[in-house]
């Protein structure tokens, strides 16, 4: 039985809300904070419509930004846990709050600093020996990518690889919310994810390309060839370190041809840019301005058809044989709606984020220290995967999108 303080009441927060509501032989107290009070009112009125018999989610306005509110904000509360999905900027502040009232912290998307679009998990690694000396947790990166693919990585080394050499994770939106643009998640961060350079890891360093230089179709289960996009994405920082025998790392994502109609435009207008501009005498920055005109990523859910479809194909090394392994999941937008209202993107990110907590809370997961997900046991967490919503599937031995060389 534990408390569990939830910072963030978007499209991940939502489902976050649902699914800790879910489990209450564990989450028996829960409270969602945001910046926006109403948005948490609201989530917390339709999880008490679901889950009538449960005590009902408190809520509570926080301005993430600022140690001392976050602070106050803890001991009133005294959660044991505090799950951040607002946004990476706030990831280093709520790990402050963490440290001083020694309680507990889980996130789905490492730190970046508001003013350079640069993700990184060195501000967090930093934070190893406060996190241990306290006696507390870090849990970073646990949605579904960054998260589910870092499982998925240690459960394929676990059970399948003596040695793995070659990764590609590939991410497919197939869903069509019928919207002309919008982002899946957070428009400003998913957009400054896009526009920076690709990045790969190959042979010991990293391979630098232009912003969605390098494509190719890549055939997705329950889904079919889709043209695949090669990006940087932060769990290839973490998996590297983790799992030194991998000559290749590589993250691939969907992408519409509207989708990439609309960006480009975006880009040569300079609506992308993170550089403050003086509009009406403010100062104004484009890529903000740009996020206050499109959807919210919680309002895509209704009516939103098509599926997701995510996971790590896998080649290395088993009893002195070559392997293939391919593990993933797929995940229905408009069954999501049905049960969380909320659309597959988000739940996808925050059913893992539930589990993360679940994994740490009843002890399976739980070290002090700063830690990501492919550190620990991957069993009980896809074990939980199934249970909760994110059923995986293995194929073995078969030809994969992506050929390696020798
Ligand atoms: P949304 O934009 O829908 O929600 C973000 C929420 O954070 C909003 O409620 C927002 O409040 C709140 N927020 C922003 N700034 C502050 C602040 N200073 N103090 C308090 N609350 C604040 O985004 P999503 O729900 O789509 O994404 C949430 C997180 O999940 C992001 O960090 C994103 O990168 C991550 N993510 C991770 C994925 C993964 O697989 N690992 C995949 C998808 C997302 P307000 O409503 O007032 O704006």
Not at 322 to 328: D, G, L, M, R
Not at 331 to 343: L, R
Request: charged share 25%; with cysteine.
């Amino acid at each position: 039985m534990s408390k569990v303080l939830i910072i963030g009441a978007g499209g991940v927060g939502n489902v976050v809300a649902h699914k800790c509501a879910q489990v209450s032989s564990v989450f028996s107290e829960i409270m969602l904070a945001s910046r926006t009070k109403a948005k948490c009112d609201q989530i917390a009125r339709d999880v008490a419509e679901k889950f009538p018999d449960r005590k009902p989610i408190q809520t509570a306005q926080v301005d993430a930004d600022q140690v001392p509110e976050l602070v106050a904000l803890i001991k009133k509360f005294q959660p044991e846990l505090v799950i951040n999905v607002a946004l990476p900027y706030q990831d280093l502040t709520i790990m402050d709050a963490c440290l001083e009232t020694k309680v507990h912290y889980l996130d789905t998307a490492n730190y970046e600093p508001k003013d350079v679009a640069k993700f990184e998990y060195k501000w967090q690694w930093a934070y190893q020996d406060r996190f241990k000396e306290a006696g507390i947790m870090a849990l970073l990166g646990c949605g579904f990518d960054p998260g589910v693919t870092g499982v998925f990585t240690a459960y394929a080394q676990k059970h399948h690889f003596d040695t793995i050499h070659y990764l590609d994770i590939v991410d497919c939106n197939a869903g069509d919310h019928g919207k002309a643009f919008a982002t899946n998640f957070n428009p400003e961060i998913n957009i400054r994810e896009i526009t920076q350079n690709g990045r790969y890891w190959e042979n010991g360093q990293w391979k630098e390309t232009k912003p969605l230089e390098i494509h190719q179709p890549v055939d997705y289960p329950e889904v079919g060839p889709k043209e695949s996009y090669l990006l940087y994405h932060e769990e290839l920082e973490s998996l590297t370190k983790n799992f030194p025998h991998l000559k290749r790392a590589r993250f691939w994502m969907t992408f519409g041809q509207e989708y990439i109609k609309h960006l480009t435009v975006l880009q040569n207008v300079g609506m992308t840019s993170i550089k403050p501009i003086k509009f009406q005498g403010q100062d104004i920055v484009p890529l903000e301005f740009l996020k206050a005109v499109l959807p919210e990523p919680s309002s895509l859910g209704e009516g939103y058809q098509g599926k997701t479809s995510i996971g790590c194909q896998i080649k290395g090394i088993k009893d002195g044989k070559e392997k293939t392994y391919f593990v993933y999941n797929n995940c229905d937008h408009a069954e999501v709606y049905k049960e969380v209202k909320a659309q597959a993107v988000s739940y996808t990110t925050g059913v893992p984020a539930m589990i993360g907590g679940l994994m740490m809370l009843t002890g399976k997961w739980m070290q002090p220290g700063v830690y990501n997900v492919e550190e620990f046991d991957p069993d009980p967490f896809m074990d939980a995967l199934n249970q909760y919503g994110l059923p995986w599937h293995e194929i073995i031995n078969e030809p994969l999108a992506f050929t390696y060389p020798d």
